[in-house]
């Protein structure tokens, strides 16, 4: 019964480059939410989305970040020309349905060098 | 002011002592409320989780919500080592689409054997 996975786990970027995180939801889950968490700060909300379909991005940064939840695969939250700032653990949640407990990954440790 | 207000701590107590965790919030429509629990470097997990006022018991855990003051509270009986981690409360509002979890920062307890 796996559960939430995340991967890579830590992602090392130079300042200017790409960065992508990928989320593969719980068996029977349709519903991936994407949060932040900066050090010394609590998880933010950044992005809900159901396949194929962005619900919610008002957590989302205006530039740079990119979410997408696919027919097939894994969700994919981009980062474009990452900036130190952008170093943080991005965790990945998913439920079953709408409202329902929201189940966390790992996360992805990010570091921008 | 931030929605969902938790002293970070550290908490320290012994072994076998009575645990009580706080947090609380300003908005008023916030409906479910969520108690994670956050080892270092893994991803929250799930611990208790209160739809409007009033108590929930899980083994040796309790959760409290009192909506009039918004407050809600965390009580760990007994609590044992394997206690030691960070504890994040959650929240989210009840209209439609209202996925988004709301965190607090976490506190960080430590339980001395």
């Known amino acids: 019964n796996a559960g939430v996975m995340q991967n890579p786990r830590h992602l090392v970027r130079r300042r200017g480059q790409e960065a992508r995180l990928r989320c593969s939801p719980m068996k029977g889950h349709s519903h991936v939410y994407w949060y932040r968490q900066l050090p010394e700060e609590g998880l933010k909300f950044m992005v809900y989305?159901?396949?194929?379909?962005?619900?919610?991005e008002s957590g989302m940064p205006k530039e740079r970040f990119s979410a997408e939840f696919p027919k097939e695969g894994p969700s994919i939250l981009r980062i474009q020309q990452v900036v130190r700032g952008d170093s943080a653990a991005y965790f990945c949640?998913?439920?079953?349905?709408?409202?329902?407990?929201?189940?966390f990954g790992p996360g992805t440790r990010l570091l921008v060098l | 002011q931030k929605e969902v207000e938790q002293d970070p701590g550290p908490l320290s107590v012994p072994e076998g002592a009575i645990v009580s965790l706080n947090c609380t919030y300003s908005n008023s429509a916030f409906q479910y409320f969520m108690w994670y629990r956050q080892y270092s470097r893994k991803g929250p997990e799930l611990l208790m989780y209160?739809?409007?006022?009033g108590n929930k018991e899980d083994g040796r855990f309790t959760a409290q919500v009192d909506k009039s003051s918004k407050y809600i509270s965390l009580f760990i009986r007994d609590s044992q080592p394997s206690d030691s981690a960070t504890y994040l409360c959650?929240?989210?509002?009840?209209?439609?689409?209202?996925?988004?979890?709301?965190f607090g920062t976490g506190t960080r307890l430590t339980v001395i054997p």
């Open positions: 989305l159901q396949k194929e379909n962005i619900i919610d």
């Open positions: 949640a998913s439920s079953r349905g709408n409202q329902e407990t929201q189940y």
């Open positions: 209160t739809y409007s006022s």
């Open positions: 959650a929240m989210s509002a009840l209209e439609t689409g209202a996925n988004n979890l709301f």
